[in-house]
């Protein structure tokens, strides 16, 4: 049963919309996905593929006099060196801090792609300290990736012991050197 105050709003409602018209949908269509989200789904796909580069099992050999470094057989050393004085500043930078390990992994890859596909030859990982689950993990993962160059620990002003500088391999036409 309706009480008087809700007939008086009711009709004070339909008062106030008396001139309103109904707005024609034109520019979403919901039932049709757009171009941009099937990109999407595509580059979330490569992301998964190239999760496929990091394994848990895989643990690399690192030298534990030192700070965090490694260099891809077959590249130059001088390349880890040069990474190191800060030659290489990074392009994009990549905060783990509390993220799962799956995250992080899946991040990780995406990081990868993102310097890929921008032509990023150096990128900042910054995996913080903690627990030290993120710090032992990552470098371990990094070293994986066909893609990954070489890493060596930030220098303090991009995170110090908290993070990686990492070198990417890109085309050979647009290395910024």
């Given at each position: 049963?309706?009480?008087?105050?809700?007939?008086?709003?009711?009709?004070?409602?339909?008062?106030?919309?008396?001139?309103?018209?109904?707005?024609?949908?034109?520019?979403?269509?919901?039932?049709?996905?757009?171009?941009?989200?099937k990109i999407e789904r595509q580059e979330i796909k490569q992301h998964?593929?190239?999760?496929?580069?990091?394994?848990?099992?895989?643990?690399p050999h690192f030298d534990e006099h030192g700070p965090m470094r490694f260099i891809a057989e077959g590249a130059d050393k001088f390349e880890l060196k040069k990474l190191r004085r800060g030659d290489y500043p990074p392009e994009i930078f990549l905060d783990l801090h509390g993220l799962t390990q799956q995250q992080a992994k899946r991040e990780l890859a995406g990081l990868i792609h993102e310097c890929k596909k921008r032509h990023y030859q150096t990128c900042c990982v910054m995996h913080?300290?903690?627990?030290?689950?993120?710090?032992?993990?990552?470098?371990?993962?990094?070293?994986?990736?066909?893609?990954?160059?070489?890493?060596h620990q930030a220098p303090l002003e991009y995170g110090g012991q908290g993070a990686l500088l990492v070198l990417i391999e890109i085309d050979e036409q647009h290395l910024r050197r």
């Open positions: 049963m309706a009480h008087k105050d809700d007939t008086d709003d009711f009709s004070l409602f339909k008062e106030a919309i008396s001139g309103a018209r109904e707005i024609k949908q034109d520019t979403i269509r919901p039932d049709k996905p757009r171009i941009k989200e998964e593929l190239e999760q496929e580069y990091f394994s848990d099992e895989f643990e913080g300290i903690g627990k030290h689950i993120l710090k032992k993990k990552t470098p371990m993962w990094l070293a994986q990736h066909p893609d990954v160059v070489a890493f």
